[in-house]
């Protein structure tokens, strides 16, 4: 097993009064899993992927339970244990990288960064020949020249590819995907679940797939957990989560997806 969250849960306190966010929340992830999360906006699904990453704030935040990444807890992790965690064996994409690169740098620098903080044994050719090979591994057309272009020179499609490759370029065991194919097109989304997938197989790298689109779930996920107002309502193997739901509420979701009429 690789992650086992266990009665997590999530209160504010920088309201007058505390605001619990998150509550109750156990489930675990296996090495090569993909768990799809899904729920409404305010559910509780990002919080606690942010806490798994261990990107929460530590103050005006209290956190109950464990989250058990190889055994050792995230929310009690010593700070610099934490910072060789993240980005290396722990790695998230967001949903709109714009905002998470820099406009300023090329792409190349961009993707290496992972390499420069946790593989200070790599020299500079070396790292390049890796994030040029992960460009190619994401499917991008032409990686060298993608190494040397800025964010602005690329599509939106293609700057996630980026971003799949930046997580991916440390080998790390768990790639945490928020609402990562949100802001593409529908054709581009398909592409990315496929290539995901595809990632997934050949590397073995655990995924844990956060949206709010049921279709996009089902796709990509092996299992799924469905979360509601803070609070894990169900959870199980994603055709059974689909054909025989338990919840009403997962029954609205599931009855809420678009279908196309021929």
Not at 141 to 150: A, Q
Request: proline share 3%; aromatic share 4%; glycine share 6%.
């Amino acid at each position: 097993m690789l992650l086992s969250v266990e009665d997590f849960g999530i209160e504010f306190h920088d309201h007058d009064s505390p605001e619990r966010v998150v509550e109750g929340v156990s489930f675990t992830l296996d090495k090569g899993e993909i768990l799809g999360i899904v729920g409404e906006s305010g559910s509780g699904k990002s919080m606690t992927a942010l806490a798994i990453a261990g990107l929460l704030p530590r103050k005006k935040l209290k956190k109950e339970g464990r989250i058990l990444f190889e055994g050792e807890d995230v929310l009690t992790m010593e700070r610099h244990k934490l910072r060789g965690l993240q980005g290396d064996e722990i790695c998230m994409i967001f949903q709109e990288p714009m905002t998470a690169l820099n406009p300023t740098m090329k792409i190349g620098l961009q993707v290496e960064e992972a390499l420069r903080i946790h593989h200070t044994e790599m020299n500079d050719a070396q790292r390049k020949e890796r994030a040029i090979k992960w460009l190619k591994n994401v499917e991008l057309d032409d990686p060298e020249r993608v190494y040397e272009s800025y964010p602005h020179q690329l599509s939106g499609g293609m700057r996630q590819r980026v971003m799949i490759a930046a997580a991916m370029v440390g080998n790390p065991q768990l790639l945490i995907a928020d609402e990562a194919t949100t802001a593409l097109d529908v054709t581009v989304q398909a592409q990315i679940i496929k290539l995901l997938q595809k990632i997934n197989k050949e590397s073995q790298v655990a995924i844990l797939f956060i949206s709010h689109d049921l279709s996009l779930i089902r796709q990509i996920s092996h299992n799924v957990l469905v979360m509601q107002n803070g609070h894990l309502v169900e959870k199980g193997a994603v055709d059974d989560i689909f054909e025989h739901p338990q919840q009403e509420y997962t029954r609205k979701l599931i009855s809420a997806i678009p279908r196309v009429e021929l």
